[in-house]
């Protein structure tokens, strides 16, 4: 599937060395952890081949190039005796930082926000999509614009030497191929009709959001790669698109899930979220998050076999609150059970989420507690009960086709009874409307 889509957009397979910089007190704890794994992992997604890792510890980032100059040497004999085409930094640079090395390394450097908007662009399926990617993508490499010139003219004009001056591969998906060709104003008119596009979509989206609040919205939230997808077909039956990749699902998916006993809610799967997450980018998917931002309640999925998962958790709750939705409950679910190894590791993240229930996607484990758990969560805030009133009592019947989900109605003699789900604080209104509670 991953081979099939790297063709579609025609990316050919690139060398990478990964850098990371760490500052003093930003050591992470723990032996098993790898500083470089989750930026290996994003390079892999983006379709590059991982062939050299360089950690560097400085007291201070260099304002000129990051890693200082001398580090920087040492940077490009590495990435030479590599055959490395790109150098992916797991930090953010500056433009004139990444210009600065590019001159040193005559290669192409880029930097972890432009590996995670290259590979959504890759992703990007739906016209949304591409419109939130290609904003995100401006907006980011917009104030890079000028340098991209100069850059890209210099590297061109040394006739080469190595495939580091070849246009094209990680970083350069979507508007990158065009930025020669195009000045900041043109760039600028393209984010303000993008921007246009967007708040036409945004509003569309609020007016399928509210469409449905009528029923309980629940939004699979989580970490990439936590397996929501894998839970969303177990717990739907929906065939959603699963893969063993970074941001495998970039559009939102609702479907209706049936808990049993009358009970309908509807699931919407997310895009995963992860560490430092462009700001850009949970700006402009906004509307695909519109989804959790709005539900009843949140399954916060946690790859429990992961050995960041602290890490994880920590970074979507982070992203949770950017986006406003700290305040919606929340059932914590530790997916991923049957793979964990690490006995201790386990014991710290049930101390980390009491409460949380333990799944397997894959297997089944859990998924029937789970439901339970949120069969409860639905009764805290909706009743379903079966009301009379006259078939002419029309304000009612409007009313209820607003707020309530009905179940089934039948007309006798004048009178109507509706079997129906309602959100508890509406039950006064119906009777000051005229409707009598027969059940429960
Ligand atoms: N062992 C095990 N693997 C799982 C489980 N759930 C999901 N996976 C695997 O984890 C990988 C990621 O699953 P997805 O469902 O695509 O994860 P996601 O959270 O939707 O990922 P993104 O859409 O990329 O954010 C796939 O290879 C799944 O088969 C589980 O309970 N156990
Ligand atoms: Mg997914």
Redesign the pocket.
């Known amino acids: 599937m991953k081979e099939a889509k790297q063709t579609d957009n025609g990316i050919q397979t690139e060398n990478a060395v990964l850098v990371g910089l760490i500052l003093p007190g930003k050591e992470p704890s723990g032996t098993r952890y790898d500083p470089l794994a989750e930026l290996a992992a994003l390079a892999t997604s983006a379709g590059a081949k991982v062939v050299g890792r360089s950690i560097q510890r400085r007291p201070k980032v260099c304002a000129a190039t990051y890693i200082g100059s001398g580090k920087a040497l040492e940077l490009t004999d590495y990435a030479a005796e590599k055959e490395a085409d790109v150098i992916i930094f797991d930090n953010d640079l500056t433009p004139s930082q990444i210009r600065e090395i590019e001159s040193i390394s005559k290669r192409r450097v880029i930097d972890r926000t432009e590996l995670i908007l290259d590979i959504f662009a890759s992703r990007a399926r739906t016209s949304a999509a591409r419109l939130q990617v290609e904003l995100a993508q401006l907006e980011y490499t917009a104030p890079r614009l000028r340098g991209m010139w100069t850059h890209l003219e210099r590297i061109a004009g040394a006739g080469g030497g190595t495939s580091a001056g070849a246009v094209g591969g990680i970083g350069t998906r979507g508007p990158g191929e065009r930025q020669i060709e195009i000045d900041r104003r043109l760039v600028q008119k393209r984010v303000s009709f993008l921007k246009e596009q967007l708040t036409k979509l945004d509003q569309q989206k609020l007016r399928e959001v509210k469409s449905r609040r009528d029923y309980f919205t629940i939004g699979?939230v989580?970490?990439?790669?936590?397996?929501?997808?894998?839970?969303?077909?177990?717990l739907t039956g929906a065939e959603?698109?699963?893969?063993?990749?970074?941001?495998?699902?970039?559009d939102t998916k609702t479907r209706r899930w049936d808990l049993g006993g009358g009970q309908v809610a509807l699931l919407s799967?997310?895009?995963?979220?992860v560490r430092d997450l462009p700001h850009h980018l949970v700006a402009s998917f906004r509307a695909t998050l519109e989804e959790a931002i709005h539900s009843d309640l949140l399954l916060h999925?946690v790859?429990a076999?992961s050995y960041d998962a602290a890490g994880q958790i920590k970074a979507v709750e982070q992203v949770l609150e950017e986006l406003g939705c700290q305040d919606i409950p929340t059932v914590n679910v530790l997916?991923?059970?049957?793979?964990v190894q690490d006995d201790s590791a386990i014991h710290l993240l049930r101390l980390r989420m009491q409460d949380a229930v333990e799944?397997?996607?894959?297997?089944g484990?859990g998924l029937e507690e789970l439901k339970q758990h949120v069969l409860d969560r639905m009764r805290d805030r909706y009743v379903r009960l079966t009301i009379e009133t006259e078939s002419g009592n029309g304000r009612l019947l409007a009313y209820l086709n607003q707020h309530g989900h009905i179940l089934d109605q039948t007309y006798t003699d004048g009178t109507v009874q509706i079997d129906l789900r309602l959100p508890t604080p509406e039950v006064q209104r119906v009777v000051n409307l005229g409707g009598r509670v027969i059940t429960p």
């Open positions: 699979l989580g970490y990439t790669n936590a397996g929501k997808s894998t839970l969303m077909n177990a959603t698109h699963v893969a063993d990749q970074l941001f495998a699902t970039l799967d997310t895009v995963g979220f999925v790859d076999a997916n991923k059970i049957d793979a799944t397997s996607a894959r297997t484990e």
